[in-house]
């Protein structure tokens, strides 16, 4: 059983930065590629950032390159999505997924591909 849990999220200045955290308390995490996505009021979900679960292989939505930074810790059952030069346009509730299996050749980025998900932690980013 996989049960994921974000922190981290709050209400900051454009500029700033926030470190969100997704804890697994299920099953060791290393089994699952983990991916971070995001849901603003009005619009659909959309992905954020996903990292494989063998090689660490990452792969980011064009509108956060050079600015957000996903990582893992195996030994602490966590994954990481440190975001810096925080815009407006970043606010929306962000959401830490797993996917069963899979390798390190294709990286998920739908929602689809995802098997668990957590409820969500909101980031305010205020201008």
């Known amino acids: 059983q996989v049960q994921l849990a974000e922190s981290g999220g709050g209400l900051v200045q454009a500029g700033a930065s926030l470190r969100l955290s997704c804890t697994n308390s299920?099953?060791?995490?290393?089994?699952?590629?983990m991916g971070w996505f995001r849901q603003a009021p009005g619009k659909e979900r959309e992905f954020v950032a996903a990292?494989?679960?063998?090689?660490?292989?990452?792969h980011y939505a064009d509108f956060v390159k050079g600015r957000f930074t996903i990582s893992r810790d195996s030994a602490k059952n966590t994954g990481y999505l440190q975001m810096n030069s925080l815009k407006p346009e970043d606010t929306a509730t962000y959401y830490c997924?797993?996917?069963?299996?899979?390798?390190?050749?294709?990286?998920?980025?739908?929602?689809?591909?995802?098997?668990?998900w957590g409820q969500g932690t909101q980031v305010t980013v205020s201008s």
């Open positions: 990292i494989t679960r063998l090689l660490g292989r990452t």
């Open positions: 997924a797993a996917k069963s299996g899979g390798g390190d050749v294709s990286i998920p980025s739908n929602v689809a591909q995802y098997d668990y």
């Open positions: 299920g099953r060791t995490f290393s089994m699952y590629a």
